[in-house]
Structures are given as structure tokens and as C-alpha cells.
């Protein structure tokens, strides 16, 4: 079984590996300039933590709520589905972002809350199979964006990304960067070779859009 596991991870580096080589696609699908971005019914807004160790900021959480504001005021969007995890009562991204949003001027009958967003994968699928987004926009950091677009586009999804200010040359910046490295692979495998499927589906959730 270890041996399997092994090939299975190797594999894996190797396709990413060379897929991130050969095909730029997503780069071609990620805007940095709100006035560049096309307009789409929807964004979906991929969770993090607001807060890190000892209560400190999360500036990969607090630029994503900055991303999305943009995109509402600009009129970019006329929805917002935020996916978070959610996997006890004292964690919840979702009601947390969807809080901060509602602080900021959005309605709150705008934003649809997906509970079962337990990561990149879940979020993305879901978006398709819970609340019926085709073509809408996905809000994260450029390097998480290349896999969330992989995925959308590996699952049939006209997504493009809006890229939320990152912060370069930290500690915790190279430790994401590393992390997404390895989420990359893993996403290949559950696409390719593992045909993995969300943890939760369940039933259909209504996206109500500014008129």
C-alpha cells in the first residue's frame, strides 16, 4: 500500500510538474486591474482564516475581503458565494466572511454561504453542483488561483480569477507558497487518477443577484 501511495505521489509531481511547464492558460485567466476584469453574475470567495497564531491578522483573509468589495462596488458581480470551512462550531470561515461583507455595504441576500467549502476541491465543485455558478469570477492570491482554475477548468467550469493583494518574501508567504506547491499535485491526483468527490454535495442553494 505504501509502495502505491509512493507511485501515486510521484505520478502526481510529474504531471503537475510538467502541466505547469506546457500550459498558462490560467495566468491568462487571472486579472490584477478591476477596471481590466470582465463582468460576471458571481464571484466565489475561497475561505482562510481571519485571524492567525495569538490573535494576529491574516492578510491572505483581510485582502480577499478586499478583493470582493472592489468587485461588488465596481459592479463587476451582482452576487457573491463565499465557501469556507466550517468544521466545528468554534471555526467558521463562512459566517465570518460573510459578516465582514455585510460590514462593508453588501446585502446580505447577495451573498450565499456554502458551509462545506473544507478546501480548494470542495469549494470549486461545489460552486457548480450547490449553486449552479458556470461562468463567474474566483477571488483568492494569484498562486492559489492557478489551482482553483485548474480545477474549474478540469471540471468544465468558465472561471476566471480576480487576484487579491498578496504579500511577497515573508515567512508566511514562502510557507503558502510551499503549501500550494504540494495542493497543486494533490489536486492533479484527485482530478486524474483518484476521481475524488467533495465530502458533502447535498441539495441545491439559491443564488439570489442584485438587479
Do not use: C
Not at 500550459?23 to 460576471?40: E, M, Q, R
Not at 494569484?142 to 478540469?154: G, P, Q, S, T, V
Not at 480576480?162 to 482530478?191: V, W
Amino acid at each position: 500500500m505504501k509502495y502505491i501511495y509512493k507511485s501515486l505521489f510521484f505520478l502526481g509531481l510529474f504531471s503537475f510538474l510538467n502541466l505547469q511547464a506546457e500550459d498558462t492558460t490560467s495566468d491568462n485567466l487571472i486579472y490584477k486591474d478591476i477596471n481590466k476584469i470582465p463582468k460576471k453574475r458571481a464571484a466565489l470567495l475561497l475561505g482562510t482564516a481571519k485571524y492567525v497564531k495569538k490573535g494576529k491578522q491574516n492578510y491572505f483573509y483581510t485582502y480577499r475581503i478586499e478583493a470582493a468589495i472592489k468587485l461588488w462596488e465596481a459592479k463587476k458581480i451582482d452576487a457573491i458565494v463565499v465557501s469556507g470551512d466550517n468544521g466545528t462550531r468554534y471555526y467558521d470561515e463562512t459566517t465570518t466572511m460573510f459578516k465582514d461583507l455585510v460590514k462593508k455595504g453588501i446585502p446580505a441576500k447577495y451573498i450565499a454561504k456554502d458551509h462545506a467549502g473544507f478546501r480548494t476541491f470542495d469549494s470549486v465543485v461545489r460552486a457548480k453542483e450547490i449553486f449552479d455558478l458556470d461562468d463567474y469570477i474566483i477571488i483568492s492570491q494569484d498562486f492559489h488561483l492557478k489551482r482553483a482554475l485548474y480545477i474549474a477548468d478540469e471540471k468544465g467550469h468558465k472561471a476566471i480569477g480576480f487576484a487579491a493583494r498578496d504579500i511577497k518574501g515573508t515567512t508566511a508567504a514562502k510557507r503558502m507558497e510551499a503549501r500550494e506547491f504540494l495542493a497543486g499535485i494533490k489536486a492533479f491526483l484527485d482530478i486524474n487518477v483518484l476521481n475524488t468527490k467533495p465530502k458533502f454535495i447535498g441539495d441545491k442553494i439559491k443564488v439570489n443577484y442584485r438587479k
